[in-house]
């Protein structure tokens, strides 16, 4: 009994990253008025609450990096020129000193994955991420083509109830029949239980390649691609592309690899331009490139009052009411919000996180390349469940890195032997 309650303990980390990878793909957002909460954040900051409470050497011990810490720096400028920037009370903006806690929460969460993915069956893991990724996708072929109720019956009204809906609107019941008509049309474009085609089309298209990098099998690459062009999350696809074609050949330094994904991008390009026509999504790509694409237009004129406004603002962020009912942009929300300053100092944290997560450059560089391009969009680090999603990132190159070390020195030794 006491060996089987030490195996179990044991097992428990591989059980909490589990669980908390599976409420990011499945658990529905719940909302307190306007603020979205994640059941998996509390998961992991009760679990990481209990390591400061019990383990008073965890610093020590595990030779935990301060560089989290450091995001202390990022809650408390936000606190501090929140009030100077405020003459009265009633024109702060609330939310976006309630958003400053995130920053909080990102150091517990970064210290609790940084404990547990040292201490996963990294077997398992991918197991659950495989389970995870392929019932997602079934999820999103059912919703394209309308099978099982996905696009028009039972399942397509539970998902619209239960997660599109409050996951990315918040709306009002009047609206519901609108947004049904529009960003809920699954035959366009299907949104599995993200809530929003792009977020889906980026958050599988991440979970596809980290499982390709360190599991080594091509066909999580290949069922990426579908993804995106299933959801047709435009953003997602100029990043897959940019990536894999620009800068995994520039990191390994090789000029026939560079060529080579020239070709194979050139022999791709036109099979993927008739799966947009089939899938229907060709008059959603030419109103992007005319510029008629509402999102488009919109982003043009929050960037030109972005620009157009105090030099003291673009710097150190503008913490009154916000100009906009929505920016479409992360990287323009934060700058507006809390300045180009901050907003520099974000990324070279979370830089030197992945850092000191892997010795691998182009995980790290693949999870912080992908932060960017979803902050052009939804905004990475303000949107809770992509937020997770990157923490679950870290945790889980944390993971692969130590088995890789792990299987590294087993070969060195029977090499000896």
């Known amino acids: 009994m006491i060996y089987s309650i030490h195996k179990s303990l044991n097992n428990l980390p591989t059980i909490i990253i589990s669980l908390y990878a599976v409420f990011i793909f499945y658990m529905p957002t719940i909302r307190l008025g306007n603020i979205p909460i994640r059941l998996e954040d509390f998961l992991l900051l009760l679990i990481g609450a209990l390591f400061f409470i019990k383990k008073k050497s965890f610093f020590t011990r595990y030779k935990v990096p301060l560089y989290p810490s450091l995001f202390l720096l990022l809650f408390f400028w936000i606190l501090y020129f929140s009030l100077i920037s405020s003459n009265f009370i009633d024109s702060l903006n609330f939310k976006t000193v ?27 893991i991918t197991k659950v991420l495989v389970f995870i990724f392929i019932t997602q996708l079934l999820i999103l072929i059912f919703q394209k083509f309308d099978m099982f109720g996905f696009g028009s019956g039972f399942f397509y009204n539970f998902i619209v109830n239960n ?56 066909i999580f690459r290949l069922l990426g691609w579908v993804s995106l062009l299933m959801a047709f999350s435009k953003i997602a696809i100029l990043f897959a592309l940019i990536f894999e074609f620009i800068i995994m050949p520039f990191l390994h330094g090789k000029r026939i690899i560079f060529l080579k994904s020239i070709l194979i991008l050139l022999f ?90 892997t010795s691998n450059k182009i995980n790290r560089i693949f999870i912080l390349s992908a932060m960017l391009f979803a902050d052009f969009t939804f905004g990475s680090i303000l949107y809770p469940q992509f937020a997770n999603l990157i923490i679950l990132s870290v945790a889980l190159i944390i993971a692969f890195d130590k088995e890789y070390s792990n299987t590294k020195e087993k070969n060195k030794d029977d090499k000896k032997k």
């Open 98 to 124: 309630i958003i400053s806690f995130n920053y909080l929460k990102y150091v517990l969460l970064f210290f609790t994955v940084y404990f547990l993915a040292r201490k996963v069956n990294i077997k398992f």
């Open 163 to 218: 997660y599109s809906v409050p996951n990315v609107y918040s709306t009002s019941a009047n609206d519901l029949e609108q947004l049904k008509s529009t960003h809920m049309n699954f035959s366009f474009r299907p949104v599995g239980t993200i809530g929003s085609a792009t977020r889906v089309g980026m958050i599988m298209y991440i979970l596809s390649f980290i499982l390709y990098l360190n599991v080594k099998k091509p």
């Open 268 to 357: 791709i390009l036109p099979i993927g331009f008739y799966l947009i026509e089939v899938l229907g999504l060709l008059n959603n790509l030419n109103s992007t490139l005319s510029g008629d694409n509402r999102g488009i237009t919109h982003r043009i004129i929050v960037f030109s009052h972005l620009i157009n406004q105090d030099i003291f603002n673009m710097f150190f962020g503008n913490y009154g009411k916000l100009p906009f009912d929505y920016f479409d942009s992360g990287i323009m929300l934060n700058i507006y919000r809390y300045g180009l300053i901050f907003y520099i100092l974000q990324y070279i944290l979370f830089y030197l996180l992945l850092v000191n997560a």
